[in-house]
């Protein structure tokens, strides 16, 4: 029995050219007659299997074998998460910076409404103390019958209130992450007046 499957067919191609009685049948008979196990068998081929004329050359693997068949998606996959990784953290890192600056932000205009009220506050205190003033130098120019001339302290304007520093969420079209925008009070006291 043969050695290995090349060999088995060189044997056979051998016995073809041989025999004369073969030669004057049709390959196709010749073919039919050979059984799988004259042609093959289980040894595996090697690079020093030889047939009567030459020694097969070593057999080559290619490089990557499965990985040539299958369409190159998996590279772009990989690649495609690494960027919706590296998007995912530039957004958290946006974010928080936003936050950050958000609260900032609002720690200044708590600051500054803080400040505000304590100033009115002391100015309507001021203006009682005046008011009270007045009264009773009024109450003594009443009891001495005598003309009281000096006005009445007048509170003035007060401070308005500081507006409260809105963030609004723009969509960017390009799927890029949203960002806060400091925008003024849309319905402050300087718009309302301009459109009454």
């Not at 049709?26 to 799988?36: C, G």
């Not at 990985?67 to 958290?92: G, M, S, W």
């Not at 001021?126 to 009281?148: D, P, T």
Request: net charge neutral.
């Amino acid at each position: 029995m043969p050695s290995s499957p090349i060999r088995a067919v060189a044997n056979f191609l051998q016995k073809l050219a041989n025999t004369d009685n073969m030669a004057s049948e049709a390959p196709d008979d010749q073919l039919n007659r050979a059984s799988l196990s004259d042609i093959a068998s289980t040894s595996p081929a090697t690079s020093e299997t030889r047939l009567d004329h030459a020694i097969i050359s070593p057999i080559k693997q290619k490089q990557g074998g499965a990985l040539d068949i299958q369409p190159r998606t998996h590279n772009e996959r990989v690649v495609n998460h690494k960027k919706e990784q590296k998007r995912i953290a530039d957004d958290k890192k946006t974010r928080r910076e936003e936050r950050e600056r958000r609260s900032e932000a609002l720690a200044t205009w708590k600051r500054l409404e803080d400040a505000r009220k304590r100033e009115n506050n002391e100015q309507c205190t001021r203006y009682r103390e005046a008011v009270e003033i007045w009264n009773e130098e009024k109450s003594k120019a009443k009891l001495s019958k005598q003309k009281f001339t000096s006005k009445k302290p007048v509170l003035g304007k007060l401070q308005p209130p500081v507006p409260r520093p809105r963030f609004n969420t723009c969509e960017v079209d390009d799927n890029e992450s949203a960002e806060d925008v400091m925008a003024p009070d849309e319905d402050s006291s300087e718009d309302s007046d301009d459109e009454r």
